[in-house]
T-cell receptor, first 115, second 113 residues
Framework: SAVISQKPSRDICQRGTSLTIQCQVD?????MFWYRQQPGQSLTLIATANQGSEATYESGFVIDKFPISRPNLTFSTLTVSNMSPEDSSIYLC????????????FGSGTRLTVV | AQSVSQHNHHVILSEAASLELGCNYSYGGTVNLFWYVQYPGQHLQLLLKYFSGDPLVKGIKGFEAEFIKSKFSFNLRKPSVQWSDTAEYFC???????????FGSGTRLLVRP
């Protein structure tokens, strides 16, 4: 299965600032997914990023708050904009399995704390 | 709305005890089912998955799960847990071959030595 490198692994940010999270995959993938895991809660899909097109956002998430780039088939970024303490979460990148393995692989996550 | 329910939020077991974690989903169509595990300080790992065929699925580390379509369930089992199974377990479903994974709220398992 694919190997995902996600950076940074954690950060503490001031409210009102923005943070860009990077996700690098060791193989080419069509779709990349961004999830949020709020403290004590489960994972929620933020958006799906396809190379060469606008990201598709889930209900409750908007591009102005979570702009996403997908410049090629192995890389994506998620920006958390104008942060508030409510944005404190773990943000995870995910890709669909390849080679007949239809599970989903997850990155190690970015633990974001907004103060 | 489509949802996934994990009724056990916290489970505490002694080593060698048997484990069963419940997972139910609300959707009448075709589903793909997954169990993920997150060990302390580590990222999510796939334990097992069901797409079609034999409803009893065997995964890594001695885990298995059974898909019961009539009950909309995909419960996770292990006959004898070890201290190293201490982790959080997530059930996830995607529906009608959608790429979107819907996760349950997770179950924190603590295995006492």
């Amino acid at each position: 299965s694919a190997v995902i490198s996600q950076k940074p692994s954690r950060d503490i940010c001031q409210r009102g600032t923005s943070l860009t999270i990077q996700c690098q995959v060791d193989s080419q993938v069509t779709m990349m997914f961004w999830y949020r895991q709020q403290p004590g809660q489960s994972l929620t899909l933020i958006a799906t990023a396809n190379q060469g097109s606008e990201a598709t956002y889930e209900s409750g998430f908007v591009i102005d708050k979570f702009p996403i780039s997908r410049p090629n088939l192995t890389f994506s970024t998620l920006t958390v904009s104008n942060m508030s303490p409510e944005d404190s979460s773990i943000y995870l990148c995910s890709v669909e399995g390849t080679g007949g393995n239809y599970g989903y692989t997850f990155g190690s996550g970015t633990r974001l704390t907004v103060v | 709305a489509q949802s996934v329910s994990q009724h056990n939020h916290h489970v505490i077991l002694s080593e060698a005890a048997s484990l069963e974690l419940g997972c139910n989903y609300s959707y009448g169509g075709t589903v793909n089912l997954f169990w993920y595990v997150q060990y302390p300080g580590q990222h999510l790992q796939l334990l097992l998955k069901y797409f079609s065929g034999d409803p009893l699925v065997k995964g890594i580390k001695g885990f298995e799960a059974e898909f019961i379509k009539s009950k909309f369930s995909f419960n996770l089992r292990k006959p004898s847990v070890q201290w190293s199974d201490t982790a959080e377990y997530f059930c996830a479903v995607n529906m009608d071959s959608s790429y979107k994974l819907i996760f349950g709220s997770g179950t924190r398992l603590l295995v006492r030595p």
